[in-house]
């Protein structure tokens, strides 16, 4: 018996066609059905139930019959007598070829010349087959299973229908007929059984050609290819030539509910996701001018602002741990193009050399872009060579979009003139601070340009308000990864204060410490923000609050101290000198720990602290400290204490000051309650060599003191303590260990390898019950 077709009544649904159009005429409905009785796609679907992957190739058995002409070829081609063929055959996007092109498929099948698709069944043997019917003849498909049966069905079918609307949509006539063809294919995606990613983004690939290729739509034709493909952009990022479709619609329509209601939860799936901005720049761009559109509504950033809330969620810790990264690399790249024009001519521009020493070479200039340069005549360039006051005239360099305006209004002075011989170009932040010849900059944006950067610089600060945020912030931010000119511009700089402030003001390490520079070398926004800084325009205060907030935190307190006694001191003796707290701790520390070696330096600070009434008491306070120093540390008294248990901090503490320790070698406070509090009294020990911890509560900021005092502690014992790798990690300073027990500690393998490498004398480890156990 001849291959029959199950299209009757009670045949299987998946062989009705959609009845919707391409670009043609309506097709009538099939006979003894009422009009609008045809049961839809989608309904067909969902009773189905069923998900297929999108073949792209696949082994099958093959066989084709040719419509019988004679008597003899009828004989031929009956069931007893077809031969069926194996090939391995590829779901092209126009074509159905085989990868040996031989016997029935010596020729692909073109998709136009496939008619219909259907399941097929054989009576008393039923196997799993599909039906091609072509011109001429039936290609007929075996799979092995039902399965696999229904997905090459379900994949011949979406390759047939999107091959057709490539065709159809490549020439639109009728843009009302195209709208009504859109909503049929995005009507087919959503419905199809099929689960790939290329499945939604076909269709949008489509939509993308058709509108780069047809670029005079009008704006409510815009607007309503927008609102059809809307479905698919809901589980879906758009392709590059859509997004730079939505970025047009952006700038042009700021103000249309398109943005709103169809754009929302697009840019939202974008900002959750692992995106690489990289390598999807249009998708960052979209984004950006997406956010740029909700600030030129009427509430402008009161929108941002809600927006912000709704990528964060209601709870105090978001949910999405891309959406933070993302938003910073759009408010980056805004930024960045606030001041592109100006960077694309730095060639043009005057360099930061010729800025600094007030010359510059015209010959070197190329005369292609508009700039104007105003030279400082030759009698203003010797007064500043001479080192007399002298106020220079400006360099101006303009452009269309940036107006840069430099102004040197500073006296010379010889220790800070660089070597004219030096062709190196200097750091923008040197320059600006060091430099006699550049005390301020303003840099002029145009129009866009500004408030494009007030949207995205506030964008900074409302993520610097989020405590689950700030910590992740502050490490993206800790690089400085703004352009120069950026670093240069008041506004710019005045404006993202509030977020190093916010900063400066988290208790937490990880937030603060990310205000020191990333490396040695470079400096960070501790020293932008500092007296003598390019961002700095206040009295220190700023300034202070991050030196109060980085204290009570760095474990190498000596090495900042050092650092600030070397490069700013003057700041801090005139802060203290108007009695801020901060810096006369400061002060008191540096003559503490013997941080200044000139003698008129430390009476210059000990005259500053007496010039004020905190000062003077906390200089009292240290002068005490110092003569109980001399006593404690005097030879004598004990070799080895033990202190009994359940003593506390202030038990020590009150032990010490007793008599004289000079001779103590080995101290244990094994059992006891002391926490890391003590550890201001323990590195007051000269001759301390062993020290027992064991039980205690003394802890990783302890650690990181003792790490940076005692250097010359030969044993250590912390086990059941609750010191972390963060507070280990210090330990390798003190090259002297030989003993150190961490058992019951937390910890780390890798930690526990770079301590060895690090510490040469160590021979006994003990490392029981830890990871690197």
């Given at each position: 018996m001849d291959v029959t077709s199950s299209s009757g009544g009670g045949g299987d649904p998946r062989q009705i066609e959609e009845t919707k159009p391409l670009l043609g005429g309506d097709v009538p409905a099939p006979e003894g059905t009422k009009m609008g009785a045809v049961p839809c796609r989608r309904a067909l679907l969902l009773c189905n139930g069923m998900r297929y992957k999108l073949l792209q190739e696949g082994d099958i058995q093959v066989c084709v019959i040719r419509h019988p002409r004679t008597f003899?070829?009828?004989?031929?081609?009956?069931?007893?007598?077809?031969?069926?063929?194996?090939?391995?055959?590829?779901?092209?996007?126009?074509?159905?070829?085989?990868?040996?092109?031989?016997?029935?498929?010596?020729?692909?099948?073109?998709?136009?010349?496939?008619?219909?698709?259907?399941?097929?069944?054989?009576?008393?043997?039923?196997?799993?087959?599909?039906?091609?019917?072509?011109?001429?003849?039936?290609?007929?498909?075996?799979?092995?299973?039902?399965?696999?049966?229904?997905?090459?069905?379900?994949?011949?079918?979406?390759?047939?229908?999107?091959?057709?609307?490539?065709?159809?949509?490549?020439?639109?006539?009728?843009?009302?007929?195209?709208?009504?063809?859109?909503?049929?294919?995005?009507?087919?995606?959503?419905?199809?059984?099929?689960?790939?990613?290329?499945?939604?983004?076909?269709?949008?690939?489509?939509?993308?050609?058709?509108?780069?290729?047809?670029?005079?739509?009008?704006?409510?034709?815009?607007?309503?290819?927008?609102?059809?493909?809307?479905?698919l952009l809901e589980n879906n990022h758009p392709p590059p030539d859509l997004c730079e479709f939505f970025c047009k619609h952006c700038r042009?329509?700021?103000?249309?509910?398109?943005?709103?209601?169809?754009?929302t939860p697009v840019v939202q799936r974008i900002l959750k996701h692992n995106m690489d901005f990289g390598k999807c720049p249009r998708l960052r761009l979209f984004t950006q001018e997406y956010i740029l559109a909700l600030n030129e509504l009427n509430a402008g950033m009161e929108v941002v602002k809600k927006f912000i809330q709704s990528m964060h969620g209601p709870t105090g810790h978001c949910p999405h741990p891309r959406v933070l990264p993302n938003l910073v690399a759009v408010c980056l790249a805004a930024i960045y193009s606030c001041y592109e024009e100006f960077i694309n001519s730095r060639d043009n521009s005057p360099s930061l050399k010729e800025i600094r020493n007030g010359c510059q070479q015209p010959c070197d200039r190329k005369?292609?872009?508009?700039?104007?340069?105003?030279?400082?005549?030759?009698?203003?360039?010797?007064?500043?060579?001479?080192?007399?006051?002298?106020?220079?005239?400006?360099?101006?360099?303009?452009?269309?979009?940036?107006?840069?305006?430099?102004?040197?209004?500073?006296?010379?002075?010889?220790?800070?003139?660089?070597?004219?011989?030096?062709?190196?170009?200097?750091?923008?932040?040197?320059?600006?601070?060091?430099?006699?010849?550049?005390?301020?900059?303003?840099?002029e944006l145009g129009p866009q340009a500004d408030r494009t950067l007030g949207c995205y610089v506030e964008i900074l600060k409302l993520l610097s308000d989020y405590d689950d945020w700030r910590p992740s912030l502050a490490s993206l931010l800790q690089p400085i990864p703004f352009p120069k000119e950026a670093l240069a511009h008041e506004k710019f700089t005045k404006e993202l204060k509030y977020v190093i402030q916010r900063f400066a003001e988290d208790p937490r390490q990880e937030v603060h410490s990310c205000l020191l520079s990333v490396r040695a070398g470079k400096d960070g926004w501790f020293q932008l923000y500092s007296p003598g800084g390019v961002a700095c325009d206040d009295d220190g205060e700023l300034f202070a609050s991050m030196v109060h907030i980085l204290m009570g935190s760095c474990y190498k307190t000596k090495k900042f101290l050092l650092s600030l006694a070397e490069n700013k001191l003057g700041p801090c003796m005139l802060l203290a000198l108007r009695g801020n707290q901060t810096m006369v701790e400061i002060l008191c520390l540096m003559l503490e720990y013997n941080i200044i070696d000139n003698n008129d330096t430390q009476l210059q600070i000990i005259s500053t602290l007496e010039s004020t009434e905190v000062g003077k008491r906390m200089y009292e306070q240290l002068c005490e400290r110092q003569r109980e120093l001399k006593?404690?540390?005097?030879?004598?008294?004990?070799?080895?204490?033990?202190?009994?248990?359940?003593?506390?901090?202030?038990?020590?503490?009150?032990?010490?000051?007793?008599?004289?320790?000079?001779?103590?070698?080995?101290?244990?406070?094994?059992?006891?309650?002391?926490?890391?509090?003590?550890?201001?009294?323990?590195?007051?020990?000269?001759?301390?060599?062993?020290?027992?911890?064991?039980?205690?509560?003394?802890?990783?900021?302890?650690?990181?003191?003792?790490?940076?005092?005692?250097?010359?502690?030969q044993v250590l014992n912390l086990c059941e303590t609750p010191v972390t790798d963060a507070g280990l990690l210090a330990l390798s300073s003190m090259k002297s260990l030989c003993s150190l027990n961490m058992n019951s500690t937390k910890l780390s393998a890798d930690t526990y390898e770079d301590l060895k490498a690090k510490l040469p004398n160590l021979k006994e480890v003990d490392v029981r019950y830890t990871e690197a156990w």
């Open positions: 003899l070829s009828k004989i031929l081609t009956s069931k007893f007598l077809r031969r069926w063929e194996p090939h391995h055959l590829t779901l092209a996007d126009n074509s159905l070829a085989s990868a040996t092109p031989t016997g029935y498929m010596e020729n692909s099948v073109s998709y136009s010349a496939i008619e219909d698709v259907q399941l097929l069944s054989w009576e008393n043997a039923p196997k799993y087959c599909l039906q091609l019917t072509i011109p001429g003849g039936t290609v007929l498909l075996q799979a092995a299973n039902s399965y696999l049966r229904d997905q090459w069905f379900h994949s011949l079918q979406w390759k047939k229908k999107i091959y057709k609307y490539k065709k159809v949509l490549s020439n639109p006539s009728r843009w009302e007929v195209v709208l009504k063809e859109i909503r049929t294919l995005v009507d087919m995606a959503l419905t199809s059984p099929l689960q790939d990613d290329s499945i939604n983004q076909a269709p949008l690939e489509i939509v993308s050609k058709l509108l780069s290729e047809n670029t005079n739509l009008t704006t409510q034709e815009h607007e309503n290819i927008i609102v059809a493909i809307a479905p042009e329509r700021p103000r249309s509910m398109v943005v709103i209601e169809v754009f005369p292609t872009l508009p700039l104007r340069l105003l030279h400082p005549s030759p009698d203003l360039v010797s007064q500043e060579a001479t080192l007399s006051e002298a106020r220079l005239k400006s360099v101006v360099v303009a452009s269309s979009e940036i107006h840069v305006e430099v102004e040197r209004t500073s006296t010379a002075k010889p220790a800070l003139t660089a070597s004219t011989g030096n062709d190196s170009e200097p750091n923008l932040i040197d320059c600006l601070m060091v430099s006699p010849a550049c005390s301020t900059m303003s840099i006593e404690l540390q005097r030879k004598g008294g004990p070799t080895r204490l033990t202190l009994p248990s359940k003593s506390t901090d202030a038990d020590l503490a009150r032990l010490l000051s007793s008599g004289s320790f000079g001779n103590l070698e080995n101290l244990s406070l094994a059992f006891t309650n002391v926490t890391s509090a003590c550890a201001e009294h323990l590195i007051k020990l000269p001759s301390l060599k062993q020290l027992n911890l064991w039980s205690t509560q003394f802890g990783d900021a302890g650690l990181r003191l003792l790490s940076e005092h005692l250097t010359m502690l």
